[in-house]
């Protein structure tokens, strides 16, 4: 079940996992390609920390895939 991270744009995890699996690596990345914290901006710091956790396990996952 997705959970929303941006009311204001509708924006869910999974969104920013897709996005993490297309290549985007930082937070402004997410924010040019899904527009993430760009209306109210309060969702910005757990929006920041669901990239960051997103990109974290993205690596380590493939870097375990790739040893
Ligand atoms: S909740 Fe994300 S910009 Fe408003």
């Given at each position: 079940m997705?959970?929303?991270?941006?009311?204001?744009k509708?924006?869910?995890?999974?969104?920013?996992?897709v996005?993490?699996?297309?290549?985007?690596?930082?937070?402004?990345?997410?924010?040019?390609?899904?527009?993430?914290?760009?209306?109210?901006?309060?969702?910005?710091?757990?929006?920041?920390?669901?990239?960051?956790?997103?990109v974290?396990?993205?690596?380590?996952?493939s870097?375990?895939?790739?040893?």
């Open positions: 997705a959970m929303i991270v941006c009311v204001c509708a924006i869910s995890d999974k969104h920013i996992r996005a993490v699996e297309k290549g985007a690596v930082s937070f402004g990345q997410i924010v040019q390609e899904l527009g993430v914290g760009t209306c109210c901006g309060a969702c910005v710091p757990h929006a920041q920390e669901a990239v960051a956790a997103t974290c396990a993205y690596t380590a996952a870097a375990s895939l790739s040893v």
